[in-house]
T-cell receptor
């Protein structure tokens, strides 16, 4: 079973600082990994999807990397803004499975 | 529709009542997932449909939980004889093609169930 861990559980930074969110997973036979954003009381919005053959994906100020050998993914958010305040979850899908296994998330607060 | 729609948005049930939660996936989406999210935790897998076929129900916590998708579109998650530990947000997600696809998963806003 794919186990996903996210550290830290919470993070508070001043506006403009770059954010680094970490995700680790146990099964290196990973099919893909997704990063999601969740706002309070809302569902999940997919931010980036990295296939197992890729090392990173970029969308605007967001960049996510995938290192299968070390079982890690990192989400970078450049020049953070108060609107980036949310919970960020990573989820991995193993080759032998089709369901996503989620971490508990990192709750980010960007202070104006 | 434009996105995954779930209803009701909130449900309060007395312990022992039966509840039914509805999910309308994005039109044409083949795959449909149900997840359960406890407060402060990540979503936990419950069950998976590919069209009308329920291919995996290994995440359903007990035989009080039942899900169906009879025509391969709308899905219903039913919980019988609700217990306080069933209190959580129930999320539905869909994706365009089969489980080996490489596409993103689209989530609904969820149904927040509170069992008193």
């Amino acid at each position: 079973k794919q186990e996903v861990t996210q550290i830290p559980a919470a993070l508070s930074v001043p506006e403009g600082e770059n954010l680094v969110l970490n995700c680790s997973f146990t099964d290196s036979a990973i099919y893909n990994l997704q990063w999601f954003r969740q706002d309070p009381g809302k569902g999940l919005t997919s931010l980036l999807l990295i296939q197992s053959s890729q090392r990173e994906q970029t969308s605007g100020r967001l960049n996510a990397s995938l290192d299968k050998s070390s079982g890690r993914s990192t989400l970078y958010i450049a020049a953070s803004q108060p609107g980036d305040s949310a919970t960020y979850l990573c989820a991995g899908r193993s080759l032998r499975d089709y369901k996503l296994s989620f971490g508990a998330g990192t709750t980010v607060t960007v202070r104006a | 529709g434009a996105g995954v729609s779930q209803s009701p948005r909130y449900k309060v049930a007395k312990r022992g009542q039966d509840v039914a939660l509805r999910c309308d996936p994005i039109s044409g989406h083949v795959s449909l997932f149900w997840y359960q999210q406890a407060l402060g935790q990540g979503p936990e897998f419950l069950t998976y449909f590919q069209n009308e076929a329920q291919l995996d129900k290994s995440g359903l916590p007990s035989d009080r939980f039942f899900a169906e998708r009879p025509e391969g579109s709308v899905s219903t998650l039913k919980i019988q004889r609700t217990q306080q530990e069933d209190s959580a947000v129930y999320l539905c997600a869909s994706s365009l093609s089969g489980y080996r696809d490489r596409e993103k998963l689209f989530f609904g806003s969820g149904t927040q169930l509170s069992v008193l």
